[in-house]
């Protein structure tokens, strides 16, 4: 069984779009620290959150998050 880890593009889409995290915080309603802890991977977001993300950048879920299957050393 592997390690599943949640990755993002969530930086490479505000780069695209030339946003700041503050700015898409406000557009979808959460503070800057939210995007940021998102976006860094220190914070896994609920699928409300998630969804509006990608409805932000009008992209599907999966193109802003994927899983990043590893596999497990220790098994």
Same mark, same amino acid.
């Given at each position: 069984?592997?390690?599943?880890e949640l990755i993002n +593009? *969530?930086?490479?889409?505000?780069?695209? $779009?030339? @946003?700041?995290?503050?700015?898409?915080?406000?557009a979808i309603g959460v503070?800057?620290? +939210? *995007?940021?802890?998102?976006?860094?991977? $220190?914070? @896994?977001?609920?699928?409300v959150l998630a969804l509006?993300?990608?409805?932000?950048?009008?992209?599907?879920?999966?193109?802003?998050?994927?899983?990043?299957?590893?596999?497990?050393?220790?098994?």
């Amino acid at each position: 069984m592997g390690n599943n880890e949640l990755i993002n +593009t *969530i930086k490479v889409y505000r780069a695209m $779009k030339g @946003i700041s995290q503050e700015e898409l915080a406000a557009a979808i309603g959460v503070t800057r620290k +939210t *995007i940021n802890t998102v976006e860094t991977g $220190k914070f @896994i977001p609920s699928t409300v959150l998630a969804l509006k993300i990608a409805r932000y950048f009008e992209v599907p879920v999966e193109k802003i998050f994927q899983l990043n299957e590893t596999p497990n050393l220790y098994t």
